[in-house]
């Protein structure tokens, strides 16, 4: 491992609060809880005065609601969280010779050689107080030689703080922490090393390398790298997209077949304009389907590469028809499309005809021009959007669900 590089993790505190807070400042120092208002939604975000009750992300509202009753509740505005996230990745773009955007709030810096010139630590630490000074918005960072110990040690510096992990010292900085924080380890696998008496990062430390394996497989071995502070993957500039997905929660389970074919079109049909909008194409589609029982089923199919409709939404309904098939109220669906490359669409003499061209074409500008819900096939109408931005371009992506209005 190469002891003489500088990797800094910064992550926006409690970034969708922030930016609420940003633009209504009567919102400070209150319980805040963002994602869907409905009783059958989840938490988003919450606030750290929220979390003071026992509120957590992926929380369902209607628990959060119980544990913090006098919290105020907000849908949230994907557009405005990723203005926000811009003007801070203008200031790092400026600021940085390396970085990798991971997500809306979430940044790694590689300043490896920047202690000639400036100091490591003293550029990262002037970064974030001008982030904070230009954007209004709280952060964080964590200074290590590697990827997994700077995420770690930011959760340890939140809130709106900084730890600086000098090389060396990582073991003993990870020891006392719990083995929850490594990066990668989930309930399941949590529940797992609990199972094996494993809370502690120390006692993974301790373990040897090859019950790692035996026990957990290739997962173990990396937990194991990880939990000792070893981790050479590279700060990577550039990401491309290689997936896009949206799903729905109903808000109420529902058998109407109506209404779940005429959702599964409109994602479909959604999602394929942001492809031809993003000029990609896709080459597998996937269906998810949760029953009221909270069984979930997803089943994919490759596809000739494509990104127009009458190619696309044929094969999800196929997927649905597959899955729907246990006649149980149904909960939730989804639709995504992967191994996305770059490209246009390709004419097929043989599938293809003239009129499905002009009408994709003509229906894209119409959309670009005034949102990606004003022209829409019958069977779709209901569906609504809450996102007219990019997924291409870095911000998220759309999003069909069941927003009242």
């Known amino acids: 491992m190469n002891n003489n590089r500088s990797i800094v993790h910064m992550d926006l505190d409690t970034f969708f609060v922030s930016c ?237 077949m109506h209404k779940l074919k005429g959702l599964v079109i409109a994602m479909a049909e959604n999602l394929a304009f942001q492809l031809r909008r993003g000029h990609k194409l896709t080459a597998c589609v996937t269906f998810k389907i949760r029953y009221s029982d909270f069984q979930t089923y997803t089943q994919q199919q490759r596809i000739p590469y494509s990104a127009m409709d009458h190619n696309i939404i044929p094969v999800v309904l196929g997927l649905f028809k597959k899955l729907y098939n246990r006649r149980l109220l149904v909960r939730l669906i989804g639709v995504k499309f992967s191994h996305l490359v770059e490209g246009g669409h390709q004419v097929n003499l043989f599938e293809d005809n003239e009129m499905h061209l002009n009408l994709a074409n003509a229906m894209d500008k119409m959309r670009k021009r005034y949102g990606d819900r004003v022209v829409m096939s019958a069977a779709g109408m209901e569906a609504k959007t809450i996102s007219r931005w990019n997924p291409f371009n870095g911000e998220p992506p759309p999003l069909l669900a069941n927003r009242h209005q």
């Open 20 to 256: 609420e807070r940003r633009k209504d400042s009567r919102l400070n120092d209150k319980p805040i809880l963002i994602g869907g208002t409905s009783d059958r939604g989840v938490v988003a975000s919450c606030s750290y005065e929220a979390r003071t009750f026992g509120v957590h992300s992926a929380m369902p509202m209607r628990m959060a609601k119980q544990l913090c009753p006098e919290a105020i509740v907000l849908r949230g505005n994907s557009g405005l969280y990723s203005e926000f996230s811009n003007e801070v990745t203008d200031v790092i773009k400026e600021s940085v010779p390396l970085y990798e955007k991971t997500s809306i709030d979430e940044f790694y810096l590689d300043l490896t050689g920047m202690d000639k010139f400036f100091g490591c630590h003293k550029l990262a630490s002037e970064l974030r107080q001008r982030i904070i000074k230009e954007t209004g918005l709280p952060i964080s960072f964590g200074l290590s030689l590697n990827k997994t110990v700077s995420k770690i040690a930011t959760g340890e510096a939140k809130p709106n703080n900084e730890i600086r992990i000098i090389s060396g010292t990582e073991k003993p900085f990870l020891a006392p922490l719990s083995v929850k924080k490594i990066p990668m380890v989930g309930n399941v696998t949590y529940k797992a090393l609990c199972d094996l008496g494993v809370k502690r990062i120390k006692t993974v430390q301790d373990m040897p390398m090859e019950l790692m394996h035996k026990v957990l497989g290739k997962n173990g071995l990396s937990i194991w790298k990880k939990a000792n502070g070893i981790d050479n993957s590279p700060v990577i500039q550039y990401h491309e997209r290689k997936s896009i997905s949206t799903e729905r929660t109903f808000g109420q389970d529902t058998t109407d």
